[in-house]
């Protein structure tokens, strides 16, 4: 019975004997193999004979210094000489699997305004010329989009952040002015240079409590000793612009959400709130795939050679 070294120690040199077989097949004879191994011509017969044992065959007629291979040779011979190729290809074809874009998918967690608004053209143009990688947005709130980044179920997330944990890497790449929006028949809509106090009398819509934007509004309006009323909380920049553009109300979005087919009054309002910024985050540490690269470069062509910050300012 063989002991566990034994056995390691052969398994260990199968490939050198499945080389030399193979050589031996492709040359015709077992010293050409020898010679192609740098070895000697008995270590290849031994290596051969342990093969034979270990399948219980024989896998070459021998007739004086000629070799011929029996069936159970070529049987083999057919599955060993591709595995044997594979392996001798392999830092060529793992350089060219590592670096493939032809196939692969790419899972984003996004928001709907950046789904919406900032990535359409970005998708179009990375699907046109990659057809063969799989998009997979994951439309989630940012809290649950960090928590995916965190368990490994997407490669990056994209939108805007206010607070990033250390355990994230942000890197602002766009910015957006916070903008009035009205109706374009709205008494605003004309005003050349809108103040806080001017819009303080209206009905708002904006989105519900547990978002930035809310909040944000809110404490502008507290700074200034003014009052607020929030008639509508709606989910979404499209609900909003709609509801806005029906005459509901005035609401205040981030110029991300803005486009030239919107029936809307805008004021940019840059005294008053800071420029809102769009970027990449991903989980420090983490190695991103040929294909989440990619996409990341049709984000961002400098993405990779800027330095990452960690909290935006």
């Known amino acids: 019975m063989n002991s566990p070294i034994g056995r390691h120690y052969y398994k260990h040199n199968r490939l050198q004997q499945l080389r030399g077989f193979c050589f031996a097949v492709q040359t015709g004879s077992i010293s050409k193999a020898a ?3 740098f070895l000697s011509q008995p270590s290849v017969s031994l ?10 065959v024989t896998l ?31 830092p060529e074809t793992f ?10 998918e790419v899972n984003i967690t996004a928001g709907e ?10 998708v179009k143009r990375f699907c046109e010329t990659h057809p063969g990688i799989r998009v997979r947005f994951h439309n989630v709130p940012g809290r649950e989009g960090l928590r995916l980044l965190r368990d490994d179920e997407v490669d990056f997330a994209v939108g805007s952040f206010r607070d990033v944990p250390d355990d994230m890497t942000y890197q602002p790449i766009y ?47 507290q700074q200034h000793n003014l009052s607020l009323n929030v008639k509508l909380e709606a989910g979404g920049w499209a609900v909003i612009k709609r509801y806005v553009e029906m ?21 940019p309002l840059t005294r008053y709130f800071p420029r809102r910024t769009y ?24 993405f990779f050679v800027m330095e990452p910050v960690f909290h935006e300012t």
């Not at 350089?95 to 692969?104: I, V």
């Not at 709205?186 to 001017?198: G, M």
């Not at 990449?280 to 062509?301: H, N, Y």
Request: proline share 8%; with cysteine; charged share 25%.
């Open 35 to 37: 010679e192609r191994m």
């Open 47 to 56: 290596q051969i004979q342990a093969l034979e044992r270990e399948l219980g």
């Open 60 to 90: 070459f007629e021998r007739r004086g210094p000629k070799i011929r291979l029996t069936p159970e040779g070529q049987t083999l011979y057919d599955m060993a000489l591709p595995l044997l190729e594979g392996l001798d290809s392999l």
């Open 95 to 104: 350089t060219a699997k590592r670096g493939s874009l032809e196939s692969g």
């Open 113 to 122: 305004a950046t789904i919406l608004y900032l990535l359409p053209d970005i």
């Open 175 to 221: 910015s957006f002015d916070q903008m009035l929006i009205t109706p374009k028949d709205h008494p605003l809509a004309a005003k050349p240079d809108i103040e806080l106090a001017d819009i303080s009398p209206y009905d708002f819509i904006l989105p519900p409590r547990h978002l930035n934007t809310l909040s944000m509004v809110e404490f502008a309006f």
């Open 247 to 267: 005459g509901m109300g005035i609401s205040i979005v981030s110029g991300i959400c803005i486009t030239p087919e919107d029936q809307l009054a805008t004021h």
């Open 279 to 302: 970027g990449v985050v991903m989980r420090r540490g983490k190695f991103l795939s040929p294909q989440a690269k990619r996409f990341i470069e049709f984000i961002d062509p400098s």
